[in-house]
Antibody, heavy 118, light 107 residues
């Protein structure tokens, strides 16, 4: 079936790095734009980043620009989020989601928790 | 960037009540508007896209309307399983901004 399975996450100290992964199956991953969305504890959803189907275009939210990088490996049907210079305010559950151009997010990963704390 | 504003932030209604949530965009977004339902500890679930098209498998008591800047999500007869937080989202371009959410509870 169509699914996104996330891995990575955990507890990390401020200023450190972490990489999240999102493995796709059941659909043609290489044809779809993909996104990361995060949700701080007890708060709403915040869109983080998008990557085009072929990886040629990316766009990051102002809050993570210059620190986070979205990427993909279509040969492995996997999406990534490289998070550098992490801050306590980056603490959140991170979701990956399928979202082609001008299309809603119809498939979501299960979410993975990232906690930034000393 | 275009901002999305939902109201109310929370509501309490009885089983069987008609519930309406509104979402306003700071600029026109045509009909590139989606509604999601999120239950505690779970990923969001797509309910409606293109402002009024019901996603496959979503109960028909959910409906959406609007275009341009003003949108509405309606639950025609609230059920216990509808207790959740609902988010609107624009997807005409990036950033794909979400509204701040509306929490629906049973009275």
């Amino acid at each position: 079936q169509v699914q996104l399975v996330q891995s990575g996450g955990g507890v990390v100290q401020p200023g450190k790095s972490l990489r999240l992964s999102c493995a796709a199956s059941g659909f043609t991953f290489s044809s779809s734009g993909m996104h990361w969305v995060r949700q701080p504890p007890g708060k709403g959803l915040e869109w983080v980043a998008v990557i085009s189907f072929d990886g040629s275009n990316t766009y990051h939210a102002d809050s993570v620009m210059g620190r986070f990088t979205i990427s993909r490996d279509n040969s492995k049907s996997t999406l990534y989020l490289q998070m550098n210079s992490l801050r306590p305010e980056d603490t959140a559950v991170y979701f990956c989601a399928r979202g082609p151009v001008r299309w809603a997010f119809d498939v979501w990963g299960q979410g993975t928790m990232v906690s930034v704390s000393s | 960037d275009i901002q999305m504003t939902q109201s109310p932030s929370s509501l309490s209604a009885s089983v069987g009540d008609r519930v309406t949530i509104t979402c306003r965009a700071s600029q026109g977004i045509s009909n590139y508007l989606a509604w999601y339902q999120q239950k505690p500890g779970k990923a969001p679930k797509l309910l409606i896209y293109e402002a009024s098209t019901l996603q496959s498998g979503v109960p028909s008591r959910f409906s959406g309307s609007g275009s341009g800047t003003d949108f509405t999500l309606t639950i025609s007869s609230l059920q216990p399983e509808d207790v959740a937080t609902y988010y609107c989202q624009r997807y005409n371009n990036s950033p794909r901004t979400f509204g701040q959410g509306t929490t629906v509870e049973i009275k």
